[in-house]
């Protein structure tokens, strides 16, 4: 299920991607928000892939892990997935990270865009949400732009590296995206 925006190519991974991958979050900037810290081998970059992988050879997709490229230059820009929730909620909740030199172009924004009209036109959600610590004030910058409303703050629930921090919750309903 590849997908493909104005700047860029998003292609589901696969089990080759493991090493741009763990490249990606090993960059300090890009885990500084990263509740996993920063993977110390591929073991453990493959543990945070493996149900992306897994979940593609599925009838039903709970998983879904994108590699994102320019369409031009084809150069490695970061990564995207999303996780869905139990079909009765028809909910699904997004995560992205970027190389840092791909910053400041408004590849990210691109990237949100696109996943949520992914989530409301092919897989018919009701409900698109995401999580930010409250100090990430670049992804909350990318949220917003993309449409969706922050709804309420999680106390103390993200483990980083300078103790429990909180975390905005940030949503776009169906109707919120179709009325656009
Ligand atoms: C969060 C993250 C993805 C944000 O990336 P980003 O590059 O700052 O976000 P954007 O794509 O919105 O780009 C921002 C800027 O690009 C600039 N820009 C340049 N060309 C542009 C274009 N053609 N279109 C839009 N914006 C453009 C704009 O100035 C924009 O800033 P502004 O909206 O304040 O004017 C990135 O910091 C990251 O990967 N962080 C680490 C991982 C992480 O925190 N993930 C999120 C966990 S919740």
Known sequence: MDLCTERLLLKEMTWDD???IHRLHQIEEVAEFNTIGIPRHTGDTLEVMLSALEDQH???RQHFGWTVWTKDTEEFVGEG???LSADRFR??????SLMPEHWHKGYATELVKCLIRFG???LTLHRIQAGVAVGNGRSIHVL???GMTREGLRRKNLPLRE???DS???AILEDDFFKE
């Open 91 to 96: 909910r699904g909740e997004i995560h992205y």
């Open 58 to 60: 599925m009838k039903i």
């Open 81 to 83: 997935g999303m996780h």
């Open 144 to 146: 917003e732009k993309a």
């Open 18 to 20: 493991i090493n741009i």
């Open 163 to 165: 103790g429990w921090q």
């Open 168 to 170: 905005y919750q940030y």
């Open 120 to 122: 409301f036109t092919e």
